[in-house]
C-alpha cells in the first residue's frame, strides 16, 4: 500500500496483483469523476446504480462530470435501504442491465451508500460472469469501509450479508464533500466503522478521535479527511494481507458477530442502522472481554463513554421487547459467516488497539452477557 497526493487528493494504493486499485481521498471528486475514472475504464461507456436518496444530490454533477470526459452513461435508480439488498432487487437490476445491452467492458458505477455498493458489486460480479464496476461511496460508512476491499453481496432472511461474491472494484472515489449532506444519523452510524480502526490495532488513532470526534461529526472538514485516509488505510493494509478473510482480515468484524445478531432480530431497517449495531457490537465485544478477564474494565469503560458521548447507542435496551432472549440472539449468531466447525468466531481485545480473532469463547459468557444486556 502507498499513499500519495495531489490537488489536495489522498491517494492510497490496494496491491492484489492483477486486481490492484486506488482510493482516492478529497473534497470535489465528484465533479472530475469523468476524467479520474477515465483510465479505469475498457470503454467511454457506464451504467450508473444510485438510489433515490443519492440521486438526487449527485446524479447531476456525476453524469456532468462524464459528458465533460466524453463518456456515455445510462442511470438506474433504486429504491433505498436495507431491504434493497435482497435476491428480487438483484434480479431485476441484472435484468436491466441485459435490457441495455451492456457488454463485459461497461463499466457499472456505484453512486451512494454501503447498500448500493454491495448490491451494484455483487451484480457486476455475476452479470455476464464478471463486468468492471466503480465505487463512488457517498456515506461516510460506505467511505471507510464497504466500499474497500472487495466484499459484495445481498441480504437473506438468515443473516446479513449472506449470498455475494469478492469482487474488486477498479476504484473508489470518497468525495467526503458528499458528507455535508448526510443526515447526522447516518453520519453517526458510519463514525462507528471509524472508531473501529482505532480499537483494532491503533489506540493512537482511538486517542485522537475522542479528541476530535465530535469535530468530525460536526463538520470538520480536515478532521473527516484524516479519518477517511486513516481508515481506508487501516482496511487496504489488511485486506493486502488477506483478501478473502482467512485470517487476519476477520478482525475488521470487530463488534459485527453480535451486531448482525441485532440487525436480522430487528429485521434491517430504519429500526436500527448498520453502524448502530456495530457501536453496540463493540461494546458488547469489549464486556465480554472484560468478563473473560482478557481486557481492563477502564478500555472497555473509554469504548462506552466515547460512543455514548457522539451520540451513538451502547445497548439494545431501547429495541427489545420481550420476544427477544439470549437463545434467539445466539441463534443468529450461529448463522454468521465466520462460523467454523459449528464454533463462533469472535472478534475480542486485549485493550483499545489490541483485538483479536478467537473461536475459544465459552457459550455460558456469551449467554449471561447477552442475558444480562437485556434484562438491564
Same mark, same amino acid.
Given at each position: 500500500?502507498t499513499q500519495?497526493?495531489?490537488?489536495?487528493?489522498?491517494?492510497?494504493?490496494?496491491?492484489?496483483?492483477?486486481?490492484s486499485?486506488? #482510493?482516492?481521498?478529497?473534497?470535489?471528486?465528484?465533479?472530475?469523476?469523468?476524467?479520474?475514472?477515465a %483510465? *479505469?475504464l475498457?470503454?467511454?461507456?457506464?451504467v450508473?446504480?444510485?438510489?433515490?436518496?443519492?440521486?438526487? +444530490?449527485y446524479?447531476a +454533477?456525476?453524469?456532468?462530470?462524464?459528458?465533460?470526459?466524453g463518456?456515455?452513461?445510462q442511470?438506474?435508480?433504486m %429504491? %433505498?435501504?436495507?431491504?434493497?439488498?435482497d435476491?428480487?432487487?438483484?434480479?431485476?437490476l441484472t435484468?436491466?442491465?441485459?435490457?441495455?445491452h451492456?457488454e463485459r467492458?461497461?463499466?457499472? /458505477?456505484?453512486?451512494?451508500?454501503g447498500?448500493?455498493?454491495?448490491l451494484?458489486?455483487?451484480?457486476?460480479?455475476?452479470t455476464?460472469?464478471? /463486468?468492471?464496476? #466503480?465505487?463512488? +461511496?457517498?456515506?461516510?460508512?460506505?467511505?471507510?469501509?464497504?466500499? *474497500?476491499?472487495? !466484499?459484495?453481496? /445481498?441480504?437473506?432472511?438468515h443473516?446479513?450479508?449472506? *449470498?455475494?461474491?469478492?469482487?474488486?472494484?477498479?476504484?473508489?472515489?470518497?468525495? #467526503?464533500?458528499?458528507?455535508?449532506?448526510?443526515?447526522?444519523r447516518?453520519?453517526?452510524?458510519?463514525?462507528?466503522?471509524v472508531?473501529?480502526?482505532?480499537?483494532?490495532?491503533?489506540?493512537?488513532?482511538?486517542?485522537?478521535l475522542e479528541?476530535?470526534?465530535d469535530?468530525?461529526?460536526?463538520?470538520?472538514?480536515?478532521?473527516?479527511?484524516r479519518a477517511?485516509?486513516t =481508515?481506508?488505510a487501516? !482496511?487496504?493494509?489488511i485486506?493486502?494481507?488477506?483478501?478473502?478473510?482467512?485470517? $487476519?482480515?476477520a478482525?475488521?468484524?470487530?463488534?459485527?458477530?453480535?451486531?448482525?445478531?441485532?440487525?436480522?432480530?430487528?429485521?434491517?431497517?430504519d !429500526?436500527?442502522?448498520?453502524?448502530?449495531a456495530?457501536?453496540?457490537?463493540?461494546?458488547m465485544?469489549?464486556?465480554?472481554?472484560?468478563?473473560l478477564?482478557l $481486557? +481492563?474494565?477502564? &478500555?472497555? &469503560?473509554?469504548?462506552?463513554?466515547?460512543?455514548?458521548?457522539?451520540?451513538?447507542?451502547?445497548?439494545c435496551? =431501547?429495541?427489545?421487547?420481550?420476544?427477544?432472549?439470549?437463545?434467539?440472539?445466539?441463534g443468529?449468531?450461529?448463522?454468521?459467516?465466520?462460523v467454523?466447525?459449528?464454533?463462533?468466531?469472535?472478534?475480542?481485545?486485549?485493550g483499545?488497539?489490541?483485538?483479536? /480473532?478467537?473461536?475459544?469463547v465459552?457459550g455460558?459468557?456469551?449467554?449471561?452477557?447477552?442475558?444480562?444486556?437485556?434484562?438491564?
Open positions: 500500500m500519495g497526493s495531489g490537488q489536495n487528493i489522498g491517494t492510497l494504493h490496494l496491491d492484489l496483483g492483477d486486481r486499485y486506488d #482510493i482516492l481521498v478529497g473534497e470535489g471528486l465528484l465533479d472530475d469523476a469523468g476524467d479520474l475514472m %483510465p *479505469v475498457d470503454q467511454p461507456r457506464v450508473i446504480v444510485t438510489d433515490e436518496n443519492a440521486a438526487l +444530490p446524479r +454533477p456525476l453524469e456532468a462530470s462524464l459528458d465533460r470526459a463518456i456515455a452513461h442511470c438506474i435508480v %429504491p %433505498p435501504g436495507e431491504p434493497t439488498k435476491f428480487a432487487t438483484l434480479e431485476r435484468g436491466q442491465l441485459l435490457e441495455m451492456v467492458q461497461t463499466a457499472l /458505477i456505484a453512486l451512494g451508500g447498500v448500493i455498493g454491495d451494484t458489486g455483487f451484480a457486476a460480479a455475476v455476464l460472469r464478471g /463486468i468492471p464496476f #466503480i465505487q463512488i +461511496p457517498t456515506t461516510l460508512l460506505a467511505q471507510v469501509d464497504s466500499s *474497500v476491499g472487495g !466484499k459484495t453481496g /445481498i441480504n437473506m432472511p443473516g446479513k450479508n449472506l *449470498v455475494g461474491a469478492f469482487y474488486q472494484p477498479r476504484m473508489v472515489l470518497a468525495d #467526503i464533500g458528499t458528507l455535508d449532506t448526510l443526515p447526522r447516518q453520519l453517526l452510524a458510519g463514525y462507528a466503522e472508531l473501529k480502526y482505532g480499537l483494532i490495532d491503533d489506540e493512537e488513532f482511538f486517542a485522537w479528541l476530535h470526534g469535530g468530525l461529526c460536526d463538520g470538520d472538514s480536515s478532521a473527516r479527511r477517511v485516509l =481508515s481506508c487501516s !482496511k487496504a493494509a485486506v493486502a494481507q488477506d483478501e478473502r478473510e482467512t485470517g $487476519c482480515r478482525l475488521l468484524n470487530l463488534g459485527h458477530t453480535f451486531a448482525h445478531a441485532l440487525e436480522v432480530q430487528t429485521g434491517y431497517g !429500526k436500527l442502522l448498520h453502524g448502530e456495530v457501536a453496540i457490537g463493540m461494546v465485544a469489549f464486556d465480554l472481554s472484560v468478563r478477564g $481486557c +481492563p474494565a477502564d &478500555d472497555a &469503560d473509554r469504548v462506552r463513554t466515547h460512543l455514548n458521548s457522539v451520540g451513538l447507542p451502547v445497548d435496551r =431501547s429495541l427489545a421487547d420481550a420476544s427477544w432472549n439470549a437463545d434467539k440472539l445466539i443468529h449468531m450461529g448463522l454468521d459467516k465466520k467454523k466447525d459449528g464454533r463462533l468466531t469472535f472478534i475480542l481485545a486485549h483499545i488497539g489490541q483485538s483479536f /480473532i478467537t473461536d475459544e465459552d455460558e459468557a456469551v449467554h449471561g452477557l447477552l442475558s444480562d444486556v437485556l434484562a438491564a
